[in-house]
């Protein structure tokens, strides 16, 4: 079993950074693949980023490909998401997730943090 906890969630205005993070707890973290999903308002919830269990291979979403950085620090139980260039359109609850890397799906979840971008 794994919980995981987001927070770095904010309101910002356009084209300023927030570095959002997810701590987890339970055994063996370092065996989970791990990703950031979002949800807008009236849309459905989308991937972002993933990360695989060694951190050695990540892959984006082509609308925050060269604004976003996944990236974790097993030691920690963290995963981080550095989001620069913020636009409106980003603006979702960002939500965390995890999945140990042999299984197909994401199975455990954050509770959210709400990103806000203003124009």
């Known amino acids: 079993q794994v919980q995981l906890v987001e927070s770095g969630g904010g309101l910002v205005q356009a084209g300023d950074s927030l570095r959002l993070s997810c701590v987890a707890s339970g055994r063996a973290f370092s065996n989970y693949d791990m990703a950031w999903f979002r949800q807008a308002p009236g849309k459905e919830r989308e991937n972002v980023a993933t990360i ?34 913020l636009r409106p359109d980003d603006t979702a609850v960002y939500y965390c997730a995890a999945k140990q890397f042999f299984t197909p799906k994401y199975n455990y979840w954050g509770q959210g943090t709400q990103v806000t971008v203003s124009s």
């Open 52 to 85: 695989r269990w060694r951190g050695d291979s990540t892959s984006y979403a082509d609308f925050v490909k060269g604004r976003f950085t996944i990236s974790r620090v097993n030691a920690k139980n963290t995963v981080y998401l550095q989001m620069n260039s």
